[in-house]
């Protein structure tokens, strides 16, 4: 007889944790993403936010996805805060070097 490889079942925290982390930080990581996107985008500049906005509908859920599909709980946790400072940095930089573009 074989037996079945048994994996382990997660908590209700565990579960409740990835729901936390897909609905707060990914809902911020859409948004700084979104903004993010609409200063790089080489467009014109009301062009550039709505085609921003739409792309963050995606990212969403893409996010959403990401933070089920994941092992390690804190990997979830740690790319999410990685990716939003990335965004968030990247977009403060932009808007620091608006004037000079």
Request: glycine content about 10%; charged content about 10%; hydrophobic content about 55%.
């Amino acid at each position: 007889m074989s037996r079945a490889l048994s994996i382990p079942k997660p908590g209700r925290w565990h579960i409740a944790s990835r729901v936390l982390a897909a609905v707060i930080p990914g809902y911020i990581l859409a948004n700084s993403a979104s903004i993010f996107l609409g200063l790089l985008l080489p467009i014109k500049k009301t062009e550039g936010v709505a085609t921003a906005v739409l792309l963050s509908f995606a990212i969403y859920t893409c996010v959403i996805m990401w933070v089920f599909s994941v092992r390690r709980l804190a990997t979830v946790w740690l790319g999410l805060l990685g990716a939003i400072l990335f965004t968030a940095g990247g977009s403060w930089l932009l808007l620091g070097t608006e004037g000079t573009l």
